[in-house]
């Protein structure tokens, strides 16, 4: 309703109070349409902070959920989306992917120890840190590391 008489500069709380509703019913893909209007919103004001945020947001539920082909997709269509591209928040969610997409458990501990996560909400934060690797599907197969002949040639 703020968004269509144009009083986008009050629903930055309301999107807040609805996202905690919903994460905390496990409703991730609600959660996700909602986060999607709010970057609409973000534009609306300028705002590439929080709009790059809630971009990382929506891949930490895409994970979250354990839909890994949901997590790729959302990752790839923020990629023209208002704030994200180029933002650090853009990076940790590259990194978050790629630790999934390698089936590599140091790479994820290393990008869940990333100082953005505490920016984010609060809840949000908190499914990043559970992440694990065995609790998201559709993961593909890792693909072997290159071995150099000059280290196995010793």
Do not use: M
């Not at 895409?62 to 989306?81: I, T, W």
């Not at 840190?129 to 072997?144: D, E, F, I, M, Y």
């Amino acid at each position: 309703l703020l968004e269509d008489s144009d009083k986008h500069h009050y629903t930055p709380d309301a999107y807040r109070a609805v996202l905690l509703i919903l994460i905390r019913a496990n409703l991730f893909k609600d959660a996700i349409d909602t986060l999607k209007r709010q970057i609409k919103t973000c534009e609306v004001l300028k705002q590439e902070a929080s709009a790059a945020k809630a971009g990382l947001e929506i891949v930490i539920l895409s994970l979250a959920s354990g839909d890994f082909v949901l997590a790729e997709r959302e990752f790839r269509g923020l990629q023209n989306v208002f704030g994200f591209p180029h933002s650090r928040e853009q990076n940790a969610a590259f990194e978050l992917i790629g630790a999934f997409e390698e089936r590599d458990e140091e790479q994820l501990k290393e990008a869940q120890k990333n100082g953005l996560l505490n920016f984010l909400i609060p809840d949000v934060t908190r499914l990043a840190k559970k992440l694990k690797l065995s609790g998201v599907t559709n993961v593909p197969t890792a693909k072997p590391k290159v071995v150099s002949a000059a280290t196995t040639a010793s």
